[in-house]
């Protein structure tokens, strides 16, 4: 009876193997933090909020650029100004359904002297020391402003939240809410956390700390990231700045080994995209591969400079974590576009020998944004699309081989940073509302939710590993509809994209 018993066993377990088999690991970008979000990680809403702007007494218009008065280290500021009337803060921008998760009201906590009111979408209710409670409308931004603040004991520490968060939230700083939405993901990549694109970060006293006022500048605090992922013991993806000095990555490193579950991993990569010459950190390591005349060819500098600096600093993990380096996945990264990126970035001095993954974002869909083809596209209709696109996903996994048959020359495994749908107009074409409306349709059509499932079976198949989707949440735009979800209370069958990852996810 017992062999019986085991021999099933056996069998089911080789069955469930297999069926979670035909799907990668599944991993997720997490949406940026900015007080347009309609992702919430944290309950203190403060820490979406906007950079100052001051309202000068002489001008009733006011813009992001007029002067600001000094500011204390968490970006408090310490005096209103006499040529200003209030310094004012967004905290969120989003309206209707978009908000309707932080429920009716909201407790403003703050220390110091001062007054201060609030505009748009909020009305008072309550006055304490020390607390605002406040009526949350169904439109208008959330805004606040200080028109008063004491020099020596100017306003400070603002938290906005929900009731039921009061009593917990320095215990915990996230969301149940968000902690749920994302639990099962293998791999949290904080790329748009870490404020990675074109960031100005270079030592480690400039980093982001827990007692900012806002997270949106900067990014979100590394200690807030391993917190994260020790609760929810899933594996980070960290994005180093590109102008780290040595020292920034020895010290983000050992608070790494310090804080976080000894049981997970750590995907580490510099920067991101640097082959992609939108982004500063592009323009950075051209100008350094040129300056240490690793090639003649500017973009062959770029990308030499990239793999270079890379293994510098994956080096200094290695040193860091000692024994325990097996837990750093080195991970260098490439245009899945063109495989010849991905052959410059491992060849260059042979350092395909100081990584374990080479990472690449497989879109699909993106031909459609082109330019060149908006006549075309425009005309057709969205099930013309989706006749398309298993054609089309075929071809994209064709390129894809090229970068896996590297890795299985050089015993790497293929990852993919980013990826999937791309449905967004680009080079002038984002402001054809023609287009906009189609990618729009297509992003909420319930034939995308096969088609993912469709487009990550495909990359398992041919040997893909991880795959990090961009991204969490976000609303559509004519810059793209790249949230999973649109706003946190949106119904599953209206959101077919993260309802296929809900389905594999809990297969």
Not at 228 to 243: E, G
Not at 266 to 291: H, P
Not at 360 to 365: E, K, N, S, T, V
Request: with cysteine.
């Amino acid at each position: 009876m017992k062999k019986v018993f085991f021999i099933l066993f056996s069998i089911l377990c080789f069955i469930c193997f297999s069926e979670n088999s035909e799907y990668p690991p599944i991993g997720i970008n997490l949406a940026g933090i900015a007080y347009w979000s309609t992702e919430h990680a944290f309950k203190d809403l403060m820490k979406y909020s906007s950079k100052l702007r001051a309202q000068r007494k002489d001008d009733k218009k006011f813009t992001w650029d007029n002067p600001l008065p000094p500011v204390d280290e968490n970006g408090y500021p310490l005096e209103i100004g006499e040529e200003n009337s209030f310094i004012e803060i967004y905290i969120l921008s989003i309206e209707g359904k978009m908000r309707e998760h932080l429920g009716e009201k909201l407790y403003v906590l703050y220390e110091g002297k001062g007054k201060i009111d609030y505009w748009g979408g909020w009305q008072v209710i309550e006055r304490k020391e020390g607390m605002d409670i406040l009526k949350v409308l169904e439109k208008g931004p959330l805004v606040l402003r200080i028109y008063q603040t004491d020099k020596n004991d100017h306003i400070r520490n603002i938290r906005v939240l929900e009731e039921k968060y009061l009593n917990n939230y320095k215990e915990n700083p996230f969301r149940e809410e968000f902690l749920k939405k994302w639990e099962k993901m293998k791999v949290i990549r904080f790329m748009d956390w870490m404020a990675t694109n074109n960031s100005k970060i270079s030592k480690w006293e400039e980093r982001p700390k827990v007692s900012d006022r806002r997270y949106s500048e900067k990014g979100v605090p590394l200690e807030l990231m391993i917190d994260l992922c020790n609760r929810l013991k899933i594996n980070p993806w960290f994005c180093i700045p590109h102008k780290a000095d040595d020292d920034y990555v020895k010290n983000f490193a050992k608070l790494v080994k310090e804080k976080l579950d000894k049981n997970l991993k750590i995907y580490v990569e510099y920067s991101n995209e640097v082959w992609n010459s939108i982004f500063s950190q592009a323009n950075y390591a051209r100008e350094k591969g040129l300056e240490l005349k690793l090639s003649d060819n500017p973009y062959q500098a770029q990308l030499f400079y990239y793999s270079k600096r890379a293994v510098e600093i994956f080096k200094i993990w290695e040193e860091v974590f000692g024994s325990e380096k097996g837990r750093v996945v080195r991970v260098l990264c490439s245009q899945a576009a063109n495989p010849w990126t991905s052959q410059q970035v491992l060849e260059f001095n042979e350092n395909y020998k100081n990584c374990d993954a080479l990472g690449i974002a497989p879109y699909f869909g993106h031909s459609y944004g082109n330019p060149k083809n908006q006549e075309k596209v425009e005309k057709m209709t969205v099930d013309e699309i989706f006749k398309e696109l298993p054609e089309e996903i075929e071809k994209l996994m064709e390129t894809c081989k090229k970068h896996k048959n590297l890795c299985d020359k050089y015993n790497l495994k293929l990852v993919a940073y980013e990826g999937g749908q791309h449905f967004v107009g680009h080079g002038g074409a984002e402001n054809n509302e023609k287009l906009n409306q189609l990618f729009f349709a297509v992003n909420k059509d319930q034939r995308i939710k096969d088609i993912y499932k469709i487009y990550l079976k495909k990359w398992s198949e041919i040997g893909g590993n991880v795959f990090v989707l961009f991204s969490s949440m976000s609303r559509p735009s004519k810059w793209g509809s790249w949230g999973l979800l649109e706003y946190e209370k949106q119904n599953l069958d209206e959101a077919p994209k993260f309802k296929a990852i809900f389905e594999i996810l809990n297969r």
